[in-house]
């Protein structure tokens, strides 16, 4: 099982990006997906997570500015970023549980990282 994430880039203040992450390989399937970030010099942080029911949960810090969705069928989960602000820049990364088809065990499963910069 992997998990490729993409859509990361340099964007100035008050922009937006739209974050991708897509689980693939032997998958049963997957339970809460989320999104985390990573500053220089800071500890890694959830920014939002999203269950399999579609229920949502966001960081105090980008509530209403970011959204998180995920599509079941394509086995993907999207991070919508508006209103973007310096202290955004980071890298976000996303996670995944999932119960892989080949031994039927449940673990998270993170991405390898996308580079989100907000800079003028």
């Known amino acids: 099982v992997q998990l490729q994430a993409y859509g990361g880039g340099l964007v100035q203040p008050g922009g937006s990006l739209r974050l991708s992450c897509a689980a693939s390989g032997s998958i049963a399937s997957i339970n809460d997906m989320g999104w985390y970030r990573q500053a220089p010099g800071k500890q890694r942080e959830l920014v939002a997570y999203i269950t399999s029911g579609g229920a949502t949960n966001y960081a105090d810090s980008v509530e209403g500015r970011f959204t998180i969705s995920r599509d079941n069928d394509k086995n993907t989960v999207y991070l919508q970023l508006s209103s973007l602000k310096p202290e955004d820049t980071a890298v976000y990364y996303c996670?995944?549980?999932?119960?892989?088809?080949?031994?039927?065990?449940?673990?998270?499963?993170w991405g390898q990282g996308t580079q989100v910069t907000v800079s003028s």
């Open positions: 996670n995944a549980r999932i119960t892989d088809s080949r031994w039927w065990t449940l673990r998270t499963y």
